[in-house]
């Protein structure tokens, strides 16, 4: 069966610093595979996604993302992170009609 | 993309009382789903919506309790029945093709 892990429920960056967001999946096939972010009272917003190709995925925001496959990872990252990107990130992994999230990684950004 | 509207946003609602939530999307979709956000939880698959038939409820959620309507292609509605404070959740719509899912901003539900 799929399953996502979020190994970090909740992390705290300075404005200005690296950020990396951990995500490893578990999936039988080549997994479809997704980063959303979820800011206070609102639905979820697509950054990227993965589905072949290039490992490297760029998505809204500045985000990135690189799928290892030998590590079952789907990491997210961002060079410079600025105080409007504290929210929820999500991972998620598989099709619309079976996707699996992850428990949530709650990002505070300090000033 | 899709956009997709979910009203009410929010509401406070007595306990044994239902609610219906009511999901637009802009735009024809083949598949519209309705998933629970539990306080500091991630998201759960309640059901997949299909027009024209009835919807399929994933384990531990039954048709009596959570009933949902798909008219057309692009409207679909949650209720949530008999209320208890264990319902409050946020509830969230989402459409989308195979590829790419969608979603409302949620309808933060609380019951008391």
């Known amino acids: 069966a799929q399953s996502v892990t979020q190994p970090d429920i909740h992390i705290t960056v300075s404005e200005g610093a690296s950020l990396e967001l951990r995500c490893n999946y578990s999936y039988g096939a080549t997994p479809y595979l997704f980063w959303y972010v979820q800011s206070p009272g609102q639905g979820l917003q697509l950054l990227l996604k993965?589905?072949?190709?290039?490992?490297l995925v760029q998505g809204i925001k500045g985000f990135e993302a690189e799928f290892k496959r030998s590590q079952s990872s789907f990491n997210l990252r961002k060079p410079s992170v600025h105080w409007s990107d504290a929210a929820e990130y999500f991972c998620?992994?598989?099709?619309?009609?079976?996707?699996?999230f992850g428990a949530g990684t709650r990002l505070t950004v300090k000033p | 993309s899709a956009v997709i509207s979910q009203k009410p946003s929010r509401d406070i609602c007595q306990r044994g009382t239902s609610l219906t939530i009511q999901c637009q999307v802009d735009?024809?979709?083949?598949?519209m789903f309705w998933y629970r956000q539990q306080p500091g939880q991630s998201l759960t698959l309640i059901a997949t919506?299909?027009?024209?038939?009835?919807?399929?409820?994933e384990s531990g959620f039954v048709i009596d309790k959570f009933p949902i309507s798909r008219p057309n292609l692009t409207f679909s509605t949650l209720t949530v029945s008999n209320m208890s404070p264990e319902d409050s959740s946020i509830y969230l719509c989402s459409a989308g093709q195979y590829t790419e899912a969608f979603f409302g901003q949620g309808t933060r539900l609380t019951v008391v």
């Open positions: 919506a299909n027009q024209g038939s009835e919807a399929t409820y």
């Open positions: 998620a992994v598989g099709t619309i009609n079976d996707m699996r």
């Open positions: 735009s024809q979709v083949t598949m």
């Open positions: 993965y589905f072949s190709g290039d490992t």
